[in-house]
């Protein structure tokens, strides 16, 4: 299974700008193709399988794997149909109504991923994936306070997880903490160097917020560096020239 993860970025309201496709894009879209393909050749052998399933949880089992990668696909529907049978066999397994309260996230039914998800905490309230999914939830219905606790969460369980150490960040620069913000930006890109994103929310923050044009500007550039092909580095750069970089 494999646990796909929503992403909160900090951004200003921009246009992107058009670009013509590199190599590496097109290479990209190539590998892309490639992982599709394996993943419906997956999902027909998981659909295929249920009708050898002995017992209601091994069907739960395979509806969840189902679910999972519907999930990665985007298949938002089929995400959500796919948990809920996994809930119909296994109504008190912790996976299946995390998998469900996600697709319903996915889905934009914030009310009902709330009520799966703390469905799946209350079953195993030490999945931290859970609690960032409930983060991402509360941060989409504004309820910031309670997403910051949830990201929290998440990294007393799981201090690797640098999504949440992102997202986290950037609920705390709405709340207006904006040096617990920075800490928990640094930390994200502390642990995965290469999230482009981190950076850019730093230069953000920094630019728009604590008035540091020096370290705003440093930031965008590891940015740019970290993600050399972002549909908006004409822009970007923009910004670093209006800052004197």
């Known amino acids: 299974m494999r646990p796909a993860v929503l992403s909160l970025l900090l951004i200003p309201a921009i246009l992107l700008c058009a670009c013509k496709k590199d190599m590496q894009e097109m290479m990209l879209e190539e590998i892309t193709l490639a992982e599709t393909a394996s993943l419906n050749r997956e999902l027909a052998a998981l659909h295929a399988s249920l009708k050898d399933a002995k017992t209601d949880f091994d069907r739960a089992v395979i509806y969840a794997k189902i679910a999972g990668i519907n999930s990665e696909k985007g298949n938002v529907k089929e995400a959500v149909r796919s948990s809920q049978e996994s809930v119909k066999y296994q109504p008190n397994q912790y996976m299946s109504h995390y998998l469900l309260g996600k697709s319903y996230l996915q889905a934009g039914r914030f009310a009902d991923a709330e009520e799966s998800l703390l469905t799946s905490i209350r ?35 799981d201090p690797r ?35 482009a994103r981190a950076y850019r929310n730093l230069g953000v923050l920094y630019d728009l917020k604590l008035k540091n044009r020096v370290m705003a500007v440093k930031n965008y550039r590891k940015y740019l560096d970290a993600s050399p092909n972002c549909p908006e580095r004409h822009l970007v750069r923009t910004w670093i020239r209006v800052l004197g970089g």
């Open 123 to 157: 079953l195993k309230e030490t999945f931290p994936l859970s609690h960032f999914e409930l983060g991402n939830t509360y941060y989409k219905m504004r309820r910031n306070d309670r997403a910051e606790t949830e990201f929290g969460i998440t990294v007393k369980l």
């Open 161 to 195: 997880h640098f999504m949440a150490h992102n997202n986290r960040g950037v609920v705390l620069s709405l709340m207006g903490k904006h040096a617990e913000a920075v800490r928990s930006f640094e930390e994200a890109a502390r642990l995965r160097p290469d999230f």
